[in-house]
C-alpha cells in the first residue's frame, strides 16, 4: 500500500522520490531504540536506504534463487 501512496510524485520525479520514501522509512524503524541504531537526519537515511538498495541487489545477483 505505501508505494501507492507517492506514486504521482514518484511518475513526475521518474522514480528518485522512491529514495526519500525509502529514507524517511529507515528514519521511522531508526526511532524504534530495541534495534540498536540511529540516523541522524534524512540526507543520512537517503545514503543508508540507497547503501541498502545496492548491497540488496548485489546479493540478489550473488545468490540463486
Known amino acids: 500500500v505505501l508505494p501507492l501512496v507517492p506514486a ?3 511518475c513526475f520525479t521518474l522514480g528518485l522520490f522512491a529514495f526519500v520514501v525509502n ?3 529507515l528514519l521511522l524503524v531508526s526511532a524504534i531504540p530495541a534495534l540498536g541504531f540511529g540516523v541522524d537526519n534524512l540526507l543520512t537515511a537517503i545514503i543508508g536506504a540507497v547503501v541498502i538498495g545496492l548491497v540488496s ?3 540478489s545477483r550473488v545468490i540463486p534463487h
Open 8 to 10: 504521482p510524485l514518484a
Open 23 to 25: 529514507g524517511r522509512m
Open 57 to 59: 541487489f548485489v546479493v
